[in-house]
């Protein structure tokens, strides 16, 4: 079971950029799909965007144009990037890895694995 790390999160202001990091413990790419999801305070979990093993990408509605999800096979490691952070994007964010689907336009993660989490707090 691949084991994950997130990392990079922290406080900004809106309008700010902050990219997470999510280590895992063995090769991902073409084997997983890796997928960032977060909690915002009080609410559910939700997906944010991914990449599935076969290279095709997802992002959410709300973070379109916003954030962008990379991989680097080599250090096997995936990143999300984001910018122009608003406060509704506070949470906690997670990295997961498993097998994806989307429904209805939204994509969904059946987890194999998922880390601990790293906090992220937009201030307006």
Not at 92 to 119: E, H, L, N, V
């Amino acid at each position: 079971q691949v084991r994950l790390v997130e990392s990079g999160g922290g406080s900004v202001e809106a309008g700010g950029s902050l990219t997470l990091s999510c280590a895992a413990s063995e090769t991902f790419a073409h084997k997983y799909c890796m997928a960032w999801l977060r909690q915002p305070p009080g609410k559910e979990l939700e997906g944010v965007a991914n990449i599935d093993a076969d290279g095709s990408r997802y992002d959410a509605d709300s973070v379109k144009g916003r954030f962008t999800v990379s991989e680097d096979s080599a250090e096997n490691t995936f990143y999300l990037h984001m910018t122009q952070l608003k406060p509704e994007d506070t949470g906690m964010y997670y990295c997961a890895a498993g097998s994806c689907s989307i429904t209805g336009g939204i994509a969904s993660i059946t987890p194999t694995s998922r880390g601990p989490g790293t906090r992220v707090s937009v201030s307006s």
